[in-house]
């Protein structure tokens, strides 16, 4: 069974421009995550879709920020204009059970370590 | 503030030497704990997790970690470490914060390096 996946795995831009990372879950998860490393710091909660669904946004830290789901299936995050504190590394995860279920695992993409000079 | 602590940002070790990392969370309630490995170039992966039962949690590649609700702590273990072990280990807490839903809550990461 493939994995979460991620692309592109590095892209490195210049401020103002915009960036699209995308996220293909686990098929069959309804559940989709985007999270956010920025150097030395924690993994930070961005949002939550249910299929096409946000669900919860509240990690979102302005409104530079668009995640989409189309369809339900793959997510694209984009960024527009980006800016220097945007640098970091974006994780994807996916997981059947959602967030009402303290069971609910999440299998994590291997990231897109984005650097916006 | 809620918030999940890994005490140790930096540990260097020689090999066979023995691991451990600490994790403390100050959620209530009901929590489901893990442990994440990232070794260099590569994804997250789980090593282990905890939702119940014997609290002392068995992973893969000879980790373990016990789950200790009186402390919440939940500190990851290993009796004798190799060089391959070198990565970042990070802990985390599925809790219910204010928001009323399960989030997954990260530390900051512990950066291993073993000594060959």
């Known amino acids: 069974e493939a994995g979460v996946t991620q692309f592109p795995s590095h892209s490195v831009i210049e401020k103002g421009q915009t960036v699209t990372l995308r996220c293909d879950p686990i098929s069959g998860h309804d559940n989709l995550y985007w999270y956010r490393r920025v150097m030395g710091k924690e993994i930070k909660f961005l949002l939550h879709f249910v299929k096409e669904s946000k669900q919860d946004e509240s990690g979102m830290p302005n409104n530079r920020f668009l995640a989409e789901r189309t369809g339900g299936t793959y997510s694209t995050l984009k960024v527009q204009p980006a800016e220097l504190e945007d640098s970091g590394v974006y994780f994807c995860?996916?997981?059947?059970?959602?967030?009402?279920?303290?069971?609910?695992?999440?299998?994590f993409g291997p990231g897109t370590r984005l650097t916006v000079l | 503030a809620q918030s999940v602590s890994q005490h140790n940002h930096h540990v260097i070790l020689s090999e066979a030497a023995s691991l451990e990392l600490g994790c403390n969370y100050s959620?209530?309630?009901?929590?489901?704990l893990f442990w994440y490995v990232q070794y260099p170039g590569q994804h997250l992966q789980l090593l282990l997790k905890?939702?119940?039962?014997?609290?002392l949690v068995k992973g893969i590649k000879g980790f373990e970690a016990e789950f200790i609700k009186s402390k919440f702590s939940f500190n990851l273990r290993k009796p004798s470490v190799q060089w391959s072990d070198t990565a970042e280990y990070f802990c985390?807490?599925?809790?219910?914060?204010?928001?009323?839903?399960?989030?997954?809550?990260f530390g900051t990461g512990t950066r291993l390096k073993v000594l060959a």
């Open positions: 995860a996916s997981s059947q059970d959602g967030p009402m279920s303290s069971y609910n695992e999440q299998f």
């Open positions: 905890y939702f119940s039962g014997d609290p």
């Open positions: 985390a807490v599925n809790a219910m914060p204010a928001s009323g839903t399960y989030k997954y809550i």
């Open positions: 959620y209530g309630g009901t929590v489901n």
